[in-house]
């Protein structure tokens, strides 16, 4: 398994599946270090995967998607959960504006219902228009959202923003979107 591969597998297990290694998080979305070395090369016996190609995994990853604790015995994904965990994010008071990519698929629903998390605990939303469109693009042909995050904050939404510059909220009315052809 190469290390982009053992990344996306253990994004999976931190960040949905822990129990598919064997292994469980606190409620913080920690999960012992050792314990997940152990359960992803019980899992892949291609794995091979040992302190040191975790680390360079966490340090490499080019979206951020994990955190070690001080002393490295710990790890989490920062965002992206669908299973309930607190990662003890701080509110923070949103720029006026954030963006949200999708493809075009997914339209007609936002369209009708806004943006909600679907399997996961938060919408995840974009400080700039380049990353949204990234975003979007690994949907099919990208479409643009602007969210109006001044008026949803001044109307109680709160917002949340990951330790990898990832901003979160609970979901996005359709009265806050405005779509960027």
Do not use: C
């Amino acid at each position: 398994m190469g290390l982009k591969t053992t990344s996306k597998f253990i994004s999976m297990v931190l960040r949905h599946k822990p129990e598919s290694i064997g292994i469980s998080l606190d409620e913080h979305g920690w999960a012992d270090v050792q314990e997940l070395i152990t359960g992803i090369n019980a899992a892949d016996k291609n794995a091979h995967l040992d302190m040191e190609m975790l680390e360079e995994i966490v340090r490499t990853d080019e979206k951020q998607r994990y955190s070690f604790n001080e002393e490295h015995t710990l790890i989490r994904a920062n965002q992206g959960h669908s299973i309930l965990v607190d990662v003890e994010l701080e509110e923070v008071v949103p720029p006026a504006v954030l963006w949200h990519g999708t493809g075009e698929k997914y339209v007609e629903a936002i369209d009708r219902q806004g943006l909600i998390p679907k399997g996961r605990l938060y919408v995840h939303l974009s400080s700039d228009p380049e990353t949204a469109r990234k975003v979007g693009a690994r949907h099919g042909k990208p479409i643009l959202y602007r969210i109006d995050t001044a008026a949803m904050a001044a109307d109680g939404y709160r917002f949340y923003l990951s330790v990898n510059k990832v901003w979160l909220t609970k979901e996005v009315p359709v009265k806050y979107l405005s779509k960027v052809m």
